[in-house]
């Protein structure tokens, strides 16, 4: 039968209650009555189970909690989510307030100490119970809230109930406070339980923990653990503890976000009252939610948190990831995400992707969405995205299907985005993230707490290896340890371990040594609580590598420098390098390599060497050994050189300018032509490449004979100058005189001047002499080179002009005699008689006439110089007539004036016939003097005429017809 109390009398029945609880417990658990007063002071109100295993407990009402029970703290997350969501789906988060790694503002939200209950609500088979034993049970969110007496309604329950929860007590256990607590990131380091802590990292909390001998533990109850306040439960945990053997010691419970839960224990310890210990170790996430930076140094981030953490088959329901990208507003022509979703995981392809702006706090703004192209390859999911402009934060869920080993989820996700660098290429930036989820627990307890020792050797045991590096798992495949590395004597020791069985793995080997991945099992138990256990190592085969060095096309007296050989292993740098040079003939070997990798994987080596200036490499490259030889040859590459020619006499080193050559290669090729000396007698050739070439002399300087012998150099190709000589030898010189013998002149004949030519080989020279009676007929032709350039005698031979009247024995070219002496001969032509007349009958001759004297002649004038003309002038420019002048616009004549009206003549005359002026006339200026009419005639004035009214009229009327004409052409001129 159920007691309902009103609300007035709550007070009556907690009083009530307390007693009726001490007075039972005073009854039954005499025999430790003095224990269990020693604590009633501490009494607090507490909510078990009455069932062993059940994972349903919360606090009672009057204790102030972030989550009064299970489902109100998963609720309350809900609709955190919910409010901040980017959709309607309260799965699908907006992404806000990530720096690194990305966040999201549900998560940012979702408060982990902010909800204080109005009313509990146990489950049905829950009951309230007040004991008297130290600490009552916590709530699922604080560990170290003290119960207060409230005037809140407490549910109700049945008496037979009420008795049945307190056979259940809140025990003491050592070690499962928060400052007992070690707490290892996901790589086992330790980390401070003071630090703050990512809500989206994942980390381990381990526990060990024990009871004192003697202490009465029995079925339901119960113990606190206290998480750490920089971690928190990522999930509802529920798992057993068990012994070595697998028996049951107790359940531990604990709700999502919560940082403390319930250890509840079975009958095991009931009959087991000594060394009792064991250790607990949770999964559990940090509880920061955002960095409070605006720290934009990455490219892309990934995070993870659970979407529901309702247990199905052991594992949470679904998982939410979360991917950000381009936080510094980038533009990207092309954004590939490939995100690889992890194992016993499905992708549910509800990808919400929203754009927008990170604030100075570092917190995501959204303004609108982006859809990137999908395909999805088995676990690969590929995400592509163009014209990104704005950083990006997307999220989707994964259903899980399975338990992983250790409760260990991971997806990862590799960037690449293309966009432009401040010189306006493209360039593409990539980066990879993975993100890790894990949940639950483990636990073990026993009446045993061990220890091992783990010893490193080699094959034969004759060596202790120290540096070899191991990680401690449990039998569930949860980490206990790590990075636990061989001493000097190749030993490992690891304490305050509960009983178990345990798994030595190892993660490095010794250096040397190829790593055992063969797990090391042992256990601790009751049997064997200081187990040993060893590990042996296999030494890894040694090779070794010779580097030989060869060079090519060297020049004997260029010295060959030092170079440095690198060795690399797999394509990386392993620091190792050799140096080469003449004092160990270029050959050196790297030695002692090992020939596999610390897991046994064959080590490829290849040798780079840093080629010296001035040479290339026919081995340029990474070379992999021959016969474990590595051969490099090395090419010199030869520096242009120059080369000088200098010309000189052969006998008085005079040096000649004007000599020509051509400049030939060993081919026959004409490497260059026309080459002349200058006024030093030298020639001048640059940029010659290595090689032997020939200088050919193609004239000679004048006087000198051609010298033919080519002059052979050749250039090494170190860049040096070469200088080289020529000798040309003058050419030896002659002289000609030329006599001029005159026959059969006689006396009274003057001989005339005679020209004569020089000629060479045929040719006039253009040399020629003058023989008259000034030089006695006798002159000389001297300097006559006696042979061309080439070394050719040249023939002289000497011609006349011969002068009329003569002729002459040495007619045509005359060659010098031996003397160099040629003598011309010119005979006189005597004048050759006419036929005598004969002579006809004489005539006899008249009387001379006395002449008359002479006149003698004027001198004759001289005539004047004629005088020179003078220039003519040149004629002017003709003138450009101007620009015809446009006429001006005719004036518009002025309106005519109406004459005045004529005198009246006295006397009218009657014309034969009437005159129709062409032409008005104006009349004249009237005269100033009136002037008398002694008649009484009607006569006109100014024109004399008798006066005719008819043709006034006439004048009028043709004047008003004229008047009417300009009017109207003036009028429509105006207008």
């Given amino acids: 039968m159920d007691i309902t109390l009103p609300k007035k009398a709550n007070w009556l029945f907690t009083v009530l209650t307390v007693l009726l609880a001490s007075f039972i417990a005073l009854f039954i658990f005499s025999g430790t009555a003095s224990a269990d007063t020693s604590t009633t002071a501490n009494s607090q109100t507490t909510v078990v189970n009455s069932n062993v295993g059940t994972n349903s407990t919360t606090t009672s009402s009057s204790v102030q909690s972030t989550s009064t029970n299970p489902s109100s703290s998963t609720s309350q997350a809900t609709v955190d989510k919910k409010a901040t969501s980017s959709s309607d789906n309260s799965n699908k988060s907006e992404v806000s307030d990530v720096t690194e790694p990305a966040t999201s503002n549900a998560n940012q939200q979702v408060s982990s100490s902010s909800a204080t209950s109005s009313e509990t609500k146990p489950s049905n088979n829950t009951a309230v119970t007040t004991t008297s034993q130290g600490a009552a049970m916590n709530s699922s969110s604080n560990s170290n809230v003290k119960s207060t007496a409230t005037s809140t309604p407490q549910p109700k329950l049945s008496m037979a109930k009420a008795l049945v929860s307190t056979q259940s007590n809140s025990v003491s256990v050592s070690g499962l406070d928060a400052n007992s607590a070690v707490i290892k990131d996901d790589q086992g380091n330790v980390v401070s339980n003071s630090s703050t802590l990512s809500a989206y990292n994942s980390y381990v909390v381990n526990y060990n923990w024990s009871i004192p001998d003697g202490s009465n533990i029995k079925s339901g109850d119960t113990t606190t653990v206290t998480l750490p306040s920089n971690v928190k439960f990522n999930t509802d945990t529920s798992f057993p503890v068990t012994n070595s ?15 403390s839960g319930l250890l509840t224990f079975s009958n095991y310890f009931e009959n087991n009252t000594i060394n009792r210990s064991g250790t607990l170790s949770f999964n559990v996430s940090g509880t920061q939610t955002s960095t409070g930076d605006n720290n934009r140094d990455w490219l892309s981030n990934k995070i993870g948190w659970w979407t529901n953490s309702n247990m199905v088959d052991g594992h949470p329901a679904s998982a939410t990831w979360n991917i950000a990208f381009n936080p510094n507003n980038q533009t990207l022509s092309k954004v590939v995400l490939v995100d690889t979703i992890g194992a016993n995981q499905t992708f549910n392809n509800d990808i919400v992707a929203n754009t927008g702006s990170y604030d100075d706090n570092g917190k995501f703004n959204s303004n609108g969405t982006i859809t990137p192209v999908v395909s999805i390859n088995g676990q690969v999911v590929t995400m592509t995205f163009t014209n990104v402009t704005q950083a990006v934060n997307l999220t989707y869920t994964t259903t899980i299907t399975g338990i992983n080993s250790g409760n260990i989820y991971t997806n990862g996700v590799s960037y690449s985005g293309t966009g432009t660098n401040g010189e306006g290429n493209a360039e593409v930036n990539t980066s990879n993230n993975t993100a890790k989820l894990t949940f639950g627990g483990t636990g073990n307890g026993d009446g045993t707490i061990g220890s091992v020792t783990l010893t490193k050797e080699n094959a034969d045991g004759s060596v202790k290896l120290a540096g070899a590096v191991f990680k401690l798992v449990d039998a569930n495949g949860s980490l206990v340890e790590s990075n636990l590395v061989t001493d000097a004597n190749g030993n490992i020791t690891v304490n305050n371990l509960g009983a178990g069985s345990y798994q030595f793995i190892e993660t490095s080997a010794p250096t040397g040594y190829i790593l055992n991945n063969n797990p090391i099992n042992f256990t601790i138990s009751n049997s064997n609580v200081n187990a040993t256990v060893s590990a042996v190592n296999t030494a890894i085969a040694k090779t070794n590598i010779k580097v030989v060095k060869t060079w090519d096309g060297v020049p004997t007296n260029v010295k060959t420098p030092a170079i440095t050989v690198v060795l690399n292993a797999n394509g990386q740098p392993t620091g190792q390098s050799l140096t080469l040079d003449s004092s160990n003939n270029y050959q050196a070997s790297f030695t002692g390599l090992d020939q596999t990798d610390s897991n046994g994987n064959p080590i490829n080596y290849t040798v780079t060497e840093n080629i010296p ?33 200098t010309k000189e006499d052969s006998k008085t080193a005079t040096k000649l300018a004007g000599a020509t050559f051509k400049l030939v290669a060993a081919n026959g090729e004409v490497v260059k032509d026309n080459l002349i000396t200058d006024a030093n007698g030298t020639i001048e050739v640059a940029d010659l490449n290595q090689g032997t070439y020939q200088f050919i002399e193609t004239a000679a300087p004048n006087g000198y004979v051609l010298n033919s012998s080519p002059i052979n150099f050749t250039i090494d190709g170190t860049g040096t100058n070469v200088n080289v000589s020529a000798i040309n030898t003058a050419i030896a010189k002659t002289n000609i005189k030329v006599i001029k013998t005159w026959d059969g002149v006689p006396t009274n004949v003057k001989t005339p001047a005679i020209t004569v030519v020089l000629n060479a080989n045929g040719q006039p020279t253009g040399q020629s002499l003058t023989l008259d009676s000034s030089n006695n007929y006798q002159a000389s032709f001297t300097g006559l080179d006696q042979t061309d350039s080439n070394g050719n005698p040249i023939n002289y031979t000497v011609t006349e002009n011969m002068p009329a009247g003569y002729t002459s024995s040495t007619a045509g070219a005359q060659m010098p005699n031996v003397n160099g002496i040629v003598n011309l001969v010119n005979t006189y032509i005597p004048a050759t008689p006419g036929k005598p007349v004969t002579p006809g009958k004489p005539v006899t001759p008249s009387k001379p006439v006395t002449p008359s004297k002479p006149v003698t002649p004027s001198k004759p004038v001289t005539p004047s110089k004629p005088v020179t003309p003078s220039k003519p002038v040149t004629p002017s420019k003709p003138v450009t007539p101007s620009k015809p002048v446009t006429p001006s616009k005719p004036v518009t004549p002025s309106k005519p004036v109406t004459p005045s009206k004529p005198n009246v003549p006295t006397k009218t005359v009657v014309p034969d016939k009437p005159v129709v002026p062409d032409k008005s006339t104006e009349p004249a200026k009237a005269n100033s003097k ?46």
């Fill in 613 to 645: 200036a001035g040479y290339t490499s026919s081995t340029a490259g990474a070379q992999s050994p021959n016969n474990g030889t590595v051969n490099l040859v090395n090419n010199y590459i030869p520096v242009p050189g120059s080369v000088t020619l």
């Fill in 245 to 259: 053997v697998g028996d049951t010691i107790g359940t531990f419970t604990a709700s999502q976000d919560a940082q």
């Fill in 930 to 975: 009136k002037v008398t009419y002694s008649n009484k005639a009607k006569i006109l004035p100014q024109t004399g005429e008798t006066e005719n009214s008819l043709l006034i009229l006439l004048g009028l009327l043709l004047m008003g017809f004229v008047v009417l004409i300009v009017f109207t052409r003036v009028r429509k001129n105006n207008y």
